[in-house]
């Protein structure tokens, strides 16, 4: 799939970070959740879409409330 034209590195890592500064995932995250959410809560939950990706740590786990046993 073709995105348009080659972008410099430089500039596309400038262009991330912009973005993760701005929290942009976090926003589009948060248009998911309920209404009156924040986006503490939707670092809450991309943490623990992450934390559940990897192994396990009972430690991380037990303060994002999951359950694997």
């Given at each position: 799939?073709?995105?348009?034209?080659?972008?410099?590195?430089?500039?596309?890592l400038a262009?991330?970070?912009?973005?993760?500064?701005?929290?942009?995932?976090?926003?589009?995250?948060?248009?998911?959740?309920?209404?009156?959410?924040?986006?503490?809560?939707?670092?809450?939950?991309?943490?623990?879409?992450?934390?559940?990706?990897r192994r396990?740590?009972?430690?991380?786990?037990?303060?994002l409330g999951?359950?694997?046993?």
């Amino acid at each position: 799939m073709h995105r348009g034209k080659a972008t410099d590195p430089t500039q596309a890592l400038a262009t991330l970070e912009r973005m993760m500064r701005a929290q942009n995932g976090l926003r589009l995250l948060l248009t998911q959740l309920p209404p009156g959410s924040t986006l503490a809560d939707a670092r809450r939950v991309r943490e623990r879409i992450a934390q559940e990706g990897r192994r396990r740590c009972r430690m991380l786990e037990r303060a994002l409330g999951i359950d694997r046993d």
